[in-house]
Nanobody, 116 residues
Framework: VQLQASGGGSVQAGGSLRLSCAAS????????VGWFRQAPGKEREFVAA????????YYADNVRGRFTISKDKPENTVYLQMNSLKPEDTAVYYC??????????WGKGTLVTVSS
């Protein structure tokens, strides 16, 4: 599986961006697909995830209510709609896929910069 993230950019505080993560290869119902981010000088942290098979979604507390993860199964793509962006959301965002075996795949990051 290869993951290609896109959609990053620069936006002012309060603005919105939508990230996309296109997966090559077949995705299965048991796969967990989501987003992590890493701000300068900080560790990579969980942002949001969804099970490929159903509508369950998971969010970090600091993005819940502002970010929405969704998927387009025919397109093998996962999206992260980010609204009400804050300067502290500035980071490189990474798409991640986890198999039930524990094997993890990462996409290359896409930079999101939020200015005040």
């Amino acid at each position: 599986v290869q993951l290609q993230a896109s959609g990053g950019g620069s936006v002012q505080a309060g603005g919105s961006l939508r990230l996309s993560c296109a997966a090559s290869g077949r995705l299965y119902s048991s796969h967990l697909v989501g987003w992590f981010r890493q701000a300068p000088g900080k560790e990579r942290e969980f942002v949001a995830a969804t099970r490929w098979s159903d509508s369950r979604t998971y969010y970090a507390d600091n993005v819940r209510g502002r970010f929405t993860i969704s998927k387009d199964k025919p397109e093998n793509t996962v999206y992260l709609q980010m609204n009400s962006l804050k300067p502290e959301d500035t980071a490189v965002y990474y798409c991640r896929l986890e198999r039930p075996s524990g094997m993890v795949y990462w996409g290359k990051g896409t930079l999101v910069t939020v200015s005040s």
